[in-house]
């Protein structure tokens, strides 16, 4: 072998290395950037409110937590850091009852047999009728560790401005937060 063909050999190593670790970074740069499943049960009443047995209506208040889950998905999904599981398959006790809040992380094992890798569930607590709290839990769908527990400090607003302070929490909280 001469020293002219040594040479191309070489720049070929080198050209192919370069092009092997290119390669392999782009293909981790892009595994990194996928969007996480996530599955986004609906939000849950507590309504802890002096009149909760006597005053209100069920119904109008059943829509107005649909309407926080809807916003709270669509602002989640439109982040594209998430690509959200379909949670309306789920045939849990749990989930049917709206009563994730009391099943001590039962979501997260739900979550990941619906194929998400984390889940997300909201609690919307009433004060009293212009008072209220929004919080929200996200786990880990496989070890069921707490990965975010977040509240707002939202106190004023009736039943009609559930969805703009769940909206606020989720972005402020979970969308701008540093990954």
């Known amino acids: 072998m001469n020293a002219g063909s040594s040479h191309r050999i070489g720049r070929y190593l080198v050209t192919l290395t ?3 670790c290119a390669t ?3 293909s981790i740069d892009a595994a990194e950037s996928l969007p ?3 599955a986004v049960f609906d939000f849950e009443l507590e309504d802890g409110s002096a009149g909760a047995s006597i005053a209100g209506d069920r119904e109008i208040d059943d829509g107005f937590m649909k309407s926080v889950s809807a916003e709270v998905r669509r602002t989640i999904e439109h982040s594209g850091r998430y690509e959200l599981v379909e949670v309306g398959v789920a045939d849990a006790q749990a989930v049917q009852d ?3 809040r009391e099943c001590n992380g039962c979501e997260a094992a739900i979550a990941a047999a619906l194929g998400a890798e984390q ?3 909201g609690i919307v607590r009433r004060i009293t009728r212009t008072e209220y709290v ?3 839990h996200l786990r880990d769908a496989k070890t069921g560790n707490v990965l975010a527990h977040r509240e707002s400090d939202l106190r004023m607003g009736a039943n009609y401005s ?3 302070g769940a909206v606020s929490l989720i972005k402020t909280q979970l969308l ?3 990954p």
């Open 18 to 20: 370069m092009l092997v």
């Open 24 to 26: 392999t970074s782009h």
């Open 36 to 38: 996480t499943k996530l």
């Open 98 to 100: 709206r009563s994730l």
């Open 119 to 121: 889940s997300l569930f």
């Open 134 to 136: 929004v919080s929200f």
């Open 162 to 164: 559930w969805s703009r």
């Open 176 to 178: 701008d937060a540093s």
